[in-house]
């Protein structure tokens, strides 16, 4: 009896140990599944809120540029009734001297100032064309890498 007394014991402790090895291993399989779903879940947010943050950038890029396109509509059509009027007022400066070949003097100096005004308009439209590089460069440079 003895013998198998010995045999039984051993063998619930086998049983008994398996038992306790597979509940420690199932525990620590079961750990690690959860770390892994956090992990996938923080990297799930983490790339979520990266689109939120591009969206918003690409959102307002399409505002700002909106905004541009509306201004450089405005300068064309503002130079379109510049030049519009340049030419009448030419046209009407060319009558005038051919009327009156005295006039000459006082027709150059109107046109000097005429053309200082163009002179200062065009330095306007060129530094709103350089600002727009700008915007574009800077849109670039925001770009998500």
């Known amino acids: 009896m003895n013998l198998t007394t010995n ?6 402790t086998t ?15 079961t750990k690690l599944e959860l770390e892994y779903e956090q992990q996938q879940s923080s990297n799930a947010r983490a790339t979520f809120q990266k689109l939120e ?16 396109v509306r201004a450089i ?4 059509g503002n130079a379109g009734n510049a030049a519009g009027g340049l030419r009448d007022t030419t046209a009407g ?9 005295a006039a000459c003097p006082a027709t150059a100096a109107t046109l000097e100032v005429v053309f200082g005004e163009c ?12 600002g727009h590089a700008i915007d574009t460069l800077m849109l670039q440079e925001a770009e998500s890498k």
């Open 7 to 12: 045999l039984l014991f051993a063998a619930l």
């Open 119 to 130: 002179i200062g308009r065009y330095i306007e439209v060129a530094a709103r064309a350089d």
């Open 53 to 68: 943050r591009d969206s918003s950038r690409v959102s307002a890029a399409v505002v700002n540029a909106g905004q541009r």
């Open 93 to 101: 400066v060319v009558r005038a001297i051919a009327d009156n070949p």
């Open 73 to 76: 509509a405005d300068d064309r």
């Open 15 to 29: 049983a008994f140990g398996f038992a306790a090895g597979y509940e420690w291993q199932v525990k620590n399989i």
